[in-house]
Nanobody, 127 residues
Framework: QLQLVESGGGLVQAGGSLRLSCAASGGIFSSATLAWFRQVPGKEREFVAAISWSGGSTYDADSVKGRFTISRDNAKNTVYLQMNNLKPEDTAVYYC????????????????????WGQGTQVTVSS
């Protein structure tokens, strides 16, 4: 069973940067589509970005385009989220997730496409 552990969250001022990491173990990481989602209390978990198994294709939510970059290193079983020009509205718990086998690209932004989730890491952006 694939296990995912996020790290790198913290408190940052608006306009600053953070890099989140998600380390995987116990499963076939290199063949899975991976994604980052985020959630604030009282709201649904929302899609942030996803990346194909090879790293050759990515998809970003409109709210983070041009500011966030998802990447992966299959040799290290790790996926990253580089977050630049952070805004207070980016404050949330960030989760990494691994998709079910055979997930089509059109479903990358759907929570239901993901079978494995990390425990989350808190990102707080102060104004």
């Amino acid at each position: 069973q694939l296990q995912l552990v996020e790290s790198g969250g913290g408190l940052v001022q608006a306009g600053g940067s953070l890099r989140l990491s998600c380390a995987a173990s116990g499963g076939i990481f290199s063949s899975a589509t991976l994604a980052w989602f985020r959630q604030v209390p009282g709201k649904e978990r929302e899609f942030v970005a996803a990346i194909s198994w090879s790293g050759g294709s990515t998809y970003d939510a409109d709210s983070v385009k041009g500011r966030f970059t998802i990447s992966r290193d299959n040799a290290k079983n790790t996926v990253y989220l580089q977050m630049n020009n952070l805004k207070p509205e980016d404050t949330a718990v960030y989760y990494c997730a691994a998709a079910r086998t055979g997930t089509a690209r059109w479903a990358w932004d759907s929570r239901g496409a993901y079978a494995y989730w990390g425990q989350g890491t808190q990102v707080t952006v102060s104004s």
